[in-house]
């Protein structure tokens, strides 16, 4: 948006203009943004801007809008302007101290509840909490089930525990600002273990997407030279806290799903399966314990 905007403009005025910018700025889908970030600052849904394309917009929103634009023009992701994002159905507060939730990450939520949703009261460690997506969605669809969500970042525990507030599972989970397992008592508690952890590799860096690279943490991104740094960590000390039989769930990068399998052999884990993205790029490595390796 401009300077130059006049109001009162309409809907559909603003609409239009807002996309010739956001397009002009590079962004790819710029019509639909337009419209999200326009919702938003309208306070409605985006059925409201396509049905009320000569509603008049008053000044005080118009110029919220014109920063909205700005701030997406520079490369700010949709999500942390607008405060939140979808995950498994539900609505979770992000901030530029957790990482967006992605599609892909549901498949985490989806086949922990599959391993677990016969055990009475499981108990379920997820490591790297973020916004506490996965702790509340897992704690949403399994009632019975007890989360304890870690990270190393007081800021992202704050915002994972605003979540687990608002979806009303905050009973349920226990948050812990721990690097790793290291707060934790050496026993074996947990009858899953899952994360998200960072693993792209430091070379890989500067190569992503402008909204990823300058705006979502990089403690949450990154992870050693070649991105596993996390993972063999997980791989590591995992066990040491599983109950006998116990599973371990790792979302892993598009190039990584070998090394993984080696790695995870090396330190006596079963490997039960590696499921598949949307892309058939092997995403989640499902790994089962025993009674004695670690």
Known sequence: MSDKTVSPATVAATLAEATKVLREGGIAEARREAATLLAHALGHDRTFIITHPEQL???????????????????????????????????????????????????????????????KSSQICDVGTGSGCIAVALTKLQPAAHVLAIDISPAAIKVAV???????????INFLISNGFDSLKLQPHFDLILSNPPYVAAAA????????????????????VDGLAIIRRLLNESSRYLKSGGYLLLEIGFDQGEAVEELARSKGWTIV????????????????GGSQHG
């Open 57 to 119: 917009i008053d000044e005080a929103r118009l110029q919220n809008f014109a920063e909205f634009v700005r701030r997406r023009v520079l490369g700010e992701p949709v999500q942390y302007i607008l405060g939140y994002q979808e995950f498994f159905g539900l609505r979770f507060l992000v901030t530029p101290d957790v990482l967006i939730p992605r599609p892909e990450t549901e498949l985490l939520v989806q086949e922990a509840f599959n391993l677990t949703k016969d055990i």
């Open 205 to 224: 860096f500067s190569g992503l997407q402008r909204e990823v690279r300058k705006y979502e943490p990089r403690i949450a991104l990154t992870a050693g």
């Open 162 to 172: 605003q979540n687990a507030e608002v979806h009303n599972v905050n009973d349920r």
């Open 273 to 288: 399966n590696f499921l598949p993205d949307l892309q058939g790029i092997p995403r989640i490595a499902v790994l089962q």
